[in-house]
């Protein structure tokens, strides 16, 4: 079993900042893939930023630039620093983990990031 615990949700004006962390704990060593995915009202869930074990981080367009992913495998967490926050930014943001990228995915509970004034 693998759980996933995420925090640093909140509200802020566009162009502020906020840093999401997300700590992954039970049966981990083969969770070779993190990332974190996000979920806007009436949308699908899409990926932001992930990356494989040993590899670089992978970024959705819309995000290049202003997110930056960080993962620490000895620690097993994986954070998000968003900057320059914008209102279509605004979602419920999923930390992920799996085996690998077409792996059954482990969620966590979600936690809400709302970019607007």
């Known amino acids: 079993q693998v759980r996933l615990v995420e925090s640093g949700g909140g509200s802020v004006q566009p162009g502020g900042s906020l840093r999401l962390s997300c700590l992954v704990s039970?049966?981990?060593?083969?969770?070779?893939?993190m990332g974190w995915y996000r979920q806007a009202p009436g949308k699908q869930r899409e990926l932001v930023a992930a990356s494989m074990r040993g590899g670089n981080a992978n970024y959705a367009d819309s995000v290049k630039g202003r997110f930056t992913f960080f993962r620490d495998n000895a620690k097993n967490t994986v954070s998000l620093q968003m900057n320059s926050l914008k209102p279509e930014d605004t979602a419920v943001y999923y930390c992920n983990a799996g085996a690998g990228w077409n792996s059954r995915p482990y969620w966590g509970q979600g936690t809400q990031v709302t970019g607007s004034s």
């Open positions: 039970g049966s981990i060593f083969s969770m070779n893939v």
